[in-house]
């Protein structure tokens, strides 16, 4: 299981929400890239990165970023954030980015998102923003009217790599790690028969507790947790956090 700093760009900056409010941004970084460049540093073997502009509606702001991080760094790079045709996807494959996570396109237009997973197999994450088991979209936005079971029986035998589950009342908040959430989800996933998708969890890492208390759940199929917020305000050292993980 992995720790996996998260990077939310806006306006070219690294950035925070406090659950998913756009106005509720606070600039935490200046130079995204030399942050990418010291998670991996530091040992770091993943980034997330969130293109926030995007998702929000405002497509192209931090491209030219992404692709400087991209260059300067060699470990696999997950993107979210906007992906809203095939066309941006695919532009994103073409820079290099390892892994794409995909929201409110995945769950309107699913279709779409079984042929990219098709073509790159492996490279796909459903972004699943959860609130009370609904699942939102737009930027947290808009009810989907779908639930997590809905989702998982699109999704059900093919090739995308897994899931990127995030607990929109937890996320940004350092309330703690739902534990009963991730059970949730994970449940779920059992009774689809499908253990070889992954799911890398966002939303409530608070400290180490939390790290502790989501081994012992002893999820195999969880590849890893992101750390945002917890990260920048101090809360949790990430060279610590992977010890606690392994």
């Known amino acids: 299981m992995q720790i996996i700093p998260a990077i939310d ?6 950035v925070r929400l406090s659950k998913g409010k756009d106005e509720s941004s606070t600039v935490y970084k200046e130079d995204p890239e030399k942050q990418a460049i010291h998670f991996e540093k530091i040992g770091c073997k993943k980034l997330h990165l969130v293109d926030l502009d995007a998702a929000f509606g405002r497509p192209n702001i931090n491209f030219e970023t992404i692709k ?9 790079i997950q993107l979210g954030g906007g992906i809203r045709s095939l066309e941006i996807a695919e532009k994103y494959f073409e820079v290099g980015l390892n892994y794409l996570i995909i929201g409110s396109l995945s769950i309107q237009k699913p279709e779409v998102v079984l042929s990219l997973s098709d073509q790159y197999k492996d490279k796909v994450y459903i972004s699943l923003d959860i609130l009370n088991d609904n699942i939102m979209i737009k930027g947290w936005d808009e009810n989907s009217g779908k639930n997590i079971q809905d989702i998982l029986n699109v999704y059900k035998n093919s090739k995308i790599k897994g899931y990127v589950i995030t607990d929109i009342q937890n996320d940004g908040m350092l309330n703690g790690l739902n534990l009963n959430f991730v059970t949730n989800f994970s449940e779920k996933i059992d009774l689809t028969n499908e253990l070889n998708k992954k799911i890398i969890i966002a939303g409530g890492l608070t400290n ?9 759940l002893k999820i195999k199929n969880i590849e890893g947790i992101i750390s945002g917020k917890s990260f920048y305000e101090g809360k949790i050292d990430l060279i610590k956090a992977q010890k606690i993980l392994n």
């Open 9 to 14: 760009l806006k306006d070219n900056k690294c």
């Open 68 to 76: 400087k991080i991209r260059n300067s760094t060699t470990i696999p």
């Open 208 to 216: 180490y507790t939390d790290l502790k208390n989501l081994r012992d």
